[in-house]
Nanobody
């Protein structure tokens, strides 16, 4: 299984950025896909998850600004990030797992992880 994340970069506060993650080696449609992030000096935290059917759930800190989506035909999960803030600076990781939907924010329930892509938001 391989998850390849891309799209990170350096942007200014208020800008937008779109992250993508392409999965291979798994039956993509069978997995819940999620994004987590880890800021410098902090623990990794949940950002968003998308169900097999395309329903999204979000951390309170990004709700209304970020949108997660998936394309089962292309084995891809995307994270559209708008109105970025300096607090969004982190390495963003995509993950694949089979958690119960109510537990989709639990890092330990995801068995497959990408390598991470760095997002830096300057204020």
């Amino acid at each position: 299984v391989q998850l390849q994340a891309s799209g990170g970069g350096l942007v200014q506060a208020g800008d937008s950025l779109r992250l993508s993650c392409v999965a291979s080696g798994l039956t993509f449609r069978n997995y819940v896909m999620a994004w987590f992030r880890q800021a410098p000096g902090k623990e990794r935290e949940f950002v968003a998850a998308v169900s097999r059917g395309g329903h999204g759930t979000y951390a309170d800190s990004v709700k209304g600004r970020f949108t997660i989506s998936r394309d089962n035909g292309k084995n891809t999960v995307n994270l559209q990030m708008n109105s970025l803030k300096s607090d969004d600076t982190a390495v963003y990781y995509c993950a694949a797992g089979t958690p119960a939907w109510g537990n989709s924010d639990l890092e330990r329930l995801y068995g497959h992880w990408g390598q991470g892509t760095l997002v830096t938001v300057s204020s």
